[in-house]
């Protein structure tokens, strides 16, 4: 009636050897996966980001630039006139609270023809002196590809103003000029 199970011993103990195995195996995998989860995180410290950008076209190029605490600048160049603009824009209301003009083609003793420029902006820690007006935490560098002119720009905010959200306008302040190429160009 009953049917003896008769296997080689080797067999049956190398089959309860390899379950064996794989349970221990299994526990241990546990084992390590609930003591990984359970170990405390580490916690870095908030790091605000800060970045700059710029873009262009045939005839505009627009970067951006840290100003003051929470305030960043638009810088736009319009590469037909040289007017270059800086527009602020006030982190409480999203408008723009000031307002800065300059033309660049006489800083860069840009010639008559077709117009090309360059356009970066950098972060900048100049003097702040004593007054309201201090300059911005960014500068603008212009370049003339032609001639190989370049100029750097800021402009002087007004910490006071921009508390109360007074609007404010002014022109660019030039800082440096200086020469980019050395040699001169064969097509020139």
């Known amino acids: 009636m ?32 609930v003591s990984w989860s359970s170990r405390p995180t580490i916690t870095l410290p908030e790091t605000p980001l800060f970045a700059t950008a710029s873009n262009s076209g045939d005839n505009m190029i627009m970067a951006t630039g840290d100003i003051d605490e929470g305030a960043e600048g638009l810088y736009v160049l319009d590469c037909l006139t040289g007017d270059l603009q800086c527009w602020v824009i006030d982190p409480r209301t999203g408008v723009f609270a000031g307002t800065f003009v ?14 090309s420029f360059a356009m970066v902006t950098g972060g900048i820690d100049a003097p702040r002196g ?24 800021t402009i002087m905010w007004n910490r006071t103003m ?18 980019g190429r050395t040699a001169l160009r064969r097509d020139q």
């Open 2 to 33: 009953f049917k003896r199970f008769s296997a080689a011993p080797g067999l049956l103990f190398g089959g309860g050897l390899a379950l064996g195995l794989m349970a221990g195996v299994g526990m241990l995998v546990g084992a390590m996966v």
């Open 130 to 153: 004593g007054g309201a007006s201090r300059p911005a935490n960014s500068a603008v560098y212009v370049a003339d590809c032609n001639s190989g002119n370049v100029a750097m720009y």
């Open 162 to 179: 921009a508390a109360t959200a007074k609007p404010q306008a002014g022109g660019l302040v030039r800082i440096a000029v200086g020469k």
């Open 102 to 115: 300059h033309n660049v083609l006489e800083d860069l003793a840009t010639k008559e023809g077709k117009l």
